[in-house]
């Protein structure tokens, strides 16, 4: 079974501080993604990964960095959290192969509620 | 760029009839893949049913399926024989080609609810 693990599962932080989300996959899927959750906007992309050391910018990338140290592990970082970061963040690594169009589907955590201060 | 649209915010029915609800997109490939996706009470996230663009067949799976319809740039979720439990968020999705940079992008989300 597909597992998507992210940490920690809540968090609040304040206003200008640094914020680390973490995602760990047990699928060996090449595939990351970082979304976030907002009502009225549904899931919104903002960093991907194709694998280990790579990082693409999605479509709300601002304010946020990524980093995929290793296949299984992608990173979401806040370096100054603002409060209109509060939202619920969804980590979820895709079964699609290494390049190529084709199919995927993805295997989702249980999500990060962050709240900023 | 790639865009998911989804117009339902909320929809309500009574159980044992039938849903469908709606999703548009827009798209510069030829060739890309659609989803629906179902976010339920807890707040998981699992993946439903999928459509490719180059098959003319509408997708089922059990008591869901497609309403696939390109030309229009459009693909309907319908849930027949609804259940209490069929009760959720819906999320529409595409994957693009390289003119999409291959990610997965979703709509707002429909709200489903079925009541007995």
């Known amino acids: 079974e597909a597992a998507v693990t992210q940490s920690p599962r809540n968090k609040v932080a304040v206003t200008g501080g640094k914020v680390t989300l973490s995602c760990n996959q047990t699928?060996?899927?090449?595939?990351m993604y970082w979304y976030r959750q907002d009502t009225g906007h549904g899931l919104r992309l903002i960093h991907y990964?194709?694998?280990?050391?790579?990082?693409e910018k999605g479509d709300i990338p601002d304010g946020y960095k990524a980093s995929r140290p290793s296949q299984e592990n992608f990173s979401l970082i806040l370096e100054l959290a603002t409060p209109s970061q509060t939202s619920v963040y969804f980590c979820a690594s895709g079964d699609a192969a290494l390049g190529g169009l084709v199919a995927e589907t993805l295997y989702f955590g249980s999500g990060t509620r962050l709240t900023v201060l | 760029a790639q865009k998911v649209t989804q117009t339902q915010t909320s929809i309500s029915v009574v159980e044992k009839t039938t849903v469908t609800m709606d999703c548009v997109y827009e798209t510069r490939d030829s060739s890309y893949f659609l989803f629906w996706y179902k976010q339920t009470a807890s707040g998981e996230i699992v993946f439903l049913i999928r459509?490719?663009?180059?098959?003319?067949e509408n997708a089922t799976v059990g008591h869901y399926s497609l309403n696939f319809q390109k030309p229009k740039s459009s693909i309907g979720l319908i849930i027949t024989a609804t259940q209490i439990e069929d009760s959720a968020v819906y999320f529409c999705a595409m994957r693009e080609g390289w003119t999409g940079g291959y990610k997965v992008v979703f709509g707002s989300g429909t709200r489903l609810l079925v009541s007995p």
């Open positions: 990964s194709y694998g280990a050391g790579s990082t």
């Open positions: 699928n060996n899927h090449n595939n």
């Open positions: 459509q490719d663009s180059y098959k003319k």
